[in-house]
């Protein structure tokens, strides 16, 4: 086991594969107009080239997780690593909109095997309950400030240098990680892993992909087309085999029975609804300042520092109230600032002032600054520690399912209802989009009551263990 200043220093390693997957979830919003304008890209391209990453990443985490408890999870890491700056890279180099989309898809293979991986190595580093609580909380500090920041980083990337900066600039940090990967972090694998589980995770990747092409094509199709009309079919036909099968088998993918556990189901729920709120935040709000007010990308950016700064103070005050009290009241916090933000834009215009939008981006700064430490903390805690990297996986999917959502739901229902010029109809076709969003935060408060006292924090039971023995942990 780590010596407490190399576990310390295990967690700030973990830390910067986080900062740089967080900050990349943000700091591509910033570009988006500045990619149309390049690549000609039409709105659902522009959605696309958000979420070909996020269900990407959705679709992978799980296996990733159980990946690296087979074969290593620092071996995972690293090559989730050398994956991201390869798809960095490439994106880069995009000369058009379907490159971008699908060099995007590499960016997310690699993603996929960080921050689970990551989870899992610091749950097994903090052996110690109290001290992973403290780890878990500064994670879910780095996770907030990291998205947070993107905006302003990225206005200020796209406006010096162009678009592609925003995804080269992972270059060095994912150069910095690996170095201190192969120097300080041990290898690390679960005593029994599960097996593989191939049907598994292609029902994961088809319900998820119908899905999301469903919402985003719905409008251009229509929604009564066999194509989207199918797509849905589809999506809901996996999402039932899936559930049945795994129900069958003794080392599923996604043991479904750890959903009884109202915390753990509660922490997934109140992931998808905060990522959602704020992928559709980022994706209307850079639309909106920069083709309808007609800001610069680098004062589109400058504008959030608000919300920035609101995350930056609230994330380890957050990590605080976790450690100290318990995940309830971050949590309820978080879905109020979500819901009071989501209101307060529900009345934006061409002319809204400036400290209007500040207003509402201090809420959602507080907001989701509260979010991420107590997601962490009620998923993992009643997880089985072998299992670690399944446990914090499907957090993850949580997220990115709930960010694919956002972007999807969000971006259809206001693009679609745009009349007329693009500048004058975007703001009040936005309105039913950030009203979803108030309504995103409402159901984490509601989830955050409900699934975060001492009755519902009883512990998961895991499928059965066909295994008779369990030797100690590997950490070489």
């Excluded at 910067?16 to 910033?30: K, P």
């Excluded at 985490?61 to 994956?83: H, K």
């Excluded at 609580?133 to 162009?162: C, F, H, N, Q």
């Amino acid at each position: 086991m780590a010596g407490a200043p190399r576990k310390w220093l295990i967690l700030g390693i973990c830390c910067i594969s986080l900062f740089m997957v967080g900050l990349d979830t943000t700091i591509v919003n910033l570009a988006l107009p500045s990619i149309q304008d390049d690549l000609d890209a039409t709105p659902s391209g522009l959605q696309w080239t958000v979420d070909a990453y996020t269900v990407v990443l959705a679709s992978l985490l799980m296996l990733s997780g159980s990946m690296a408890d087979r074969f290593g999870r620092r071996r995972t890491f690293q090559t989730g690593l050398l994956l991201f700056s390869l798809g960095s890279l490439l994106c880069g180099l995009a000369s058009d909109t379907g490159s971008l989309i699908a060099f995007r898809m590499v960016q997310a293979m690699g993603g996929a095997m960080l921050n689970p991986v990551a989870v899992s190595i610091i749950a097994n580093t903090f052996t110690d309950l109290r001290e992973r609580a403290r780890a878990i909380g500064l994670w879910g500090a780095v996770a907030g400030v990291s998205i947070a920041l993107g905006p302003v980083v990225g206005g200020a990337l796209v406006d010096s240098t162009g678009w592609q900066a925003v995804f080269w600039v992972n270059l060095p940090v994912a150069a910095l990680a690996l170095v201190l990967t192969a120097l300080f972090v041990p290898e690390s694998k679960a005593p029994r892993p599960r097996r593989l589980d191939p049907l598994g995770q292609l029902l994961v990747i088809v319900a998820l992909a119908t899905l999301t092409f469903g919402i985003i094509e719905g409008p251009v199709r229509g929604w009564d087309s066999a194509p989207i009309i199918g797509c849905f079919t589809v999506a809901v036909a996996a999402a039932v085999s899936l559930v049945r099968y795994e129900l069958r088998r003794v080392e599923p993918l996604l043991d479904v029975r750890f959903f009884l556990s109202p915390a753990f189901s509660g922490a997934i729920a109140s992931a998808v609804c905060g990522f959602a709120a704020l992928a559709g935040f980022l994706f209307l709000n850079a639309l909106y300042l920069q083709d309808v007010k007609d800001f610069s990308p680098l004062h589109t950016g400058l504008l959030t520092l608000p919300m920035a700064a609101m995350t930056l103070v609230s994330s380890p005050l957050a990590g605080r109230i976790v450690g100290a009290r318990g995940p309830r009241v971050p949590m309820v916090i978080a879905g109020a600032g979500t819901a009071v933000c989501g209101l307060l834009l529900t009345q934006v215009g061409a002319d809204t002032p400036i400290w209007y939008l500040v207003v509402a981006y201090v809420a959602f700064g507080i907001g989701f600054g509260m979010l991420d430490a107590p997601l962490t903390y009620s998923a993992v805690s009643g997880m089985p520690r072998s299992q670690a990297g399944v446990a914090a996986a499907v957090t993850s999917t949580g997220r990115q399912v709930g960010a694919a959502l956002g972007v999807a739901v969000l971006g259809s229902v206001s693009t679609a209802r745009v009349h007329g010029p693009f500048s004058s109809g975007f703001p009040r076709a936005s309105h039913l989009g950030w009203a979803i969003m108030a309504g995103c935060g409402l159901a984490i408060v509601t989830l955050g009551l409900l699934t975060t006292g001492a009755r519902a924090r009883r512990p998961a039971e895991p499928s059965p263990e066909p295994a008779p023995d369990q030797p100690a942990e590997r950490v070489p």
